[in-house]
C-alpha cells in the first residue's frame, strides 16, 4: 500500500496524465472515481518553439537508434525534456519502436507519419477534448497529406552516413509498404540496403522538419490547415484520399448509412 501511494505520488507530480492512466490501468494506482470520464487528462501540453533543422538534424540520427516513429516523436520530446522537463521525462519514447516499417514491419502508415500524430496529439490535444485541441488532428492531417504529395527525402542531413545518391520520390501515399516501395523500385536499391535505411531516416528527419514549423505556427497562433482532409464521414469510409491512387476511375461507392 505505502509503495503503491508513492509511486501514485510520483506519477501526479509528474503531471504525467496519459502513462499515468496506462500505469494505472495495469496496476490499479488510480480509484475508479479518479480515472472516470478521462478527467484527469490535460491538454495542451507545454511546448516551447524549436529549431526544425536542430529538430530533423536529431531524428535523423536517432533513426538509426529506434527508427521512423520513435526518432520523430524523440527530435521533439528528448529537447522539451530538457527545456520544459516533465510531463516529457516520463513519456516512453523507446516503446515507439514498434512503429518501425509501417507498424512491426506490416507497411501500414509509415513510422514517421505516426510518430508526427503522436506528436502534435500529445502536445496540441486530441479533438475530442474541446476546441483549443482541434488542431492536433490537422496538424497530424497535414503531415500525411504533406508526406504523400512530397518529393521525399527533402532534408539532407550535415553529416550523411550514406554518401550516395539518395533519390527523391512521391509515394501519393501515407502508407510504409507503398512509399518505401516505389523509392525502391525507382532507385533500385533493397530493403536492407544503406542507402534505403539512410533513405528512410532523411525521411523520418524531413517528417520531424515538417512537424515542428507546424507546431512553431501554433505556438504563435498563426497555424491554419493546410491538408484537405475532412472527417472521414464525408467519404463514406476511411481512406487515404486520392481514391483513384487505387481504384482508377471505378472507385466503388459505400453502402449509404442506414436512416
Ligand atoms: C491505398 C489504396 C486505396 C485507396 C487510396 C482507396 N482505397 Fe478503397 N479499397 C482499397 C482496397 C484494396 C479495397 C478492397 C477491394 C476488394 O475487396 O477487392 C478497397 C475497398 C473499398 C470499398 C469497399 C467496397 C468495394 O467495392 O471494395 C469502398 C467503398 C472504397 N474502397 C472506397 C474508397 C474511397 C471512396 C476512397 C477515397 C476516399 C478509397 N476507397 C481509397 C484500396 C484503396
Redesign the pocket.
Known amino acids: 500500500m505505502k509503495e503503491q501511494i508513492s509511486r501514485r505520488n510520483v506519477i501526479k507530480g509528474a503531471g504525467m496524465v496519459a502513462v499515468g492512466a496506462a500505469l494505472a490501468g495495469m496496476g490499479g494506482l488510480i480509484t475508479k472515481a479518479e480515472a472516470k470520464g478521462g478527467s484527469t487528462e490535460k491538454w495542451p501540453w507545454p511546448y516551447e518553439k524549436l529549431d526544425p533543422e536542430k529538430t530533423a538534424e536529431l531524428a535523423y540520427n536517432e533513426w538509426y537508434r529506434v527508427f521512423c516513429g520513435a526518432a520523430v516523436i524523440s527530435s521533439v520530446f528528448s529537447q522539451l525534456r530538457d527545456r520544459i522537463g516533465e510531463p516529457y521525462k516520463s513519456f516512453p519514447i523507446d516503446a515507439y519502436v514498434f512503429l518501425e516499417g509501417g507498424m512491426v514491419g506490416w507497411g501500414t502508415v509509415c513510422g514517421s507519419n505516426a510518430g508526427a500524430n503522436i506528436v502534435s496529439n500529445m502536445i496540441v490535444g486530441p479533438r475530442i477534448a474541446g476546441p483549443e485541441c482541434e488542431n492536433g488532428a490537422a496538424i497530424g492531417a497535414d503531415a500525411l497529406e504533406w508526406y504523400s504529395e512530397t518529393k521525399l527525402p527533402t532534408f539532407i542531413p550535415r553529416e550523411p552516413r550514406q554518401k550516395s545518391k539518395i533519390i527523391q520520390t512521391v509515394s501519393n501515399?501515407p502508407?510504409c509498404h507503398?512509399s518505401v516501395g516505389k523509392w525502391m523500385k525507382e532507385s533500385g536499391y533493397a530493403l536492407g540496403s544503406p542507402e534505403r535505411k539512410d533513405r528512410c531516416a532523411r525521411v523520418a528527419a524531413s517528417v520531424a522538419f515538417n512537424l515542428v514549423k507546424d507546431l512553431n505556427a501554433w505556438k504563435d497562433g498563426t497555424y491554419k490547415q493546410k491538408s484537405s482532409w475532412k472527417p472521414a464521414s464525408n467519404?463514406?469510409?476511411t481512406?487515404?484520399?486520392?481514391?483513384?491512387?487505387?481504384?482508377g476511375a471505378k472507385?466503388?461507392?459505400?453502402?449509404l448509412a442506414k436512416k
Open positions: 501515399s502508407l507503398v467519404f463514406g469510409i481512406g487515404q484520399q486520392n481514391c483513384t491512387e487505387c481504384h472507385i466503388p461507392t459505400p453502402p
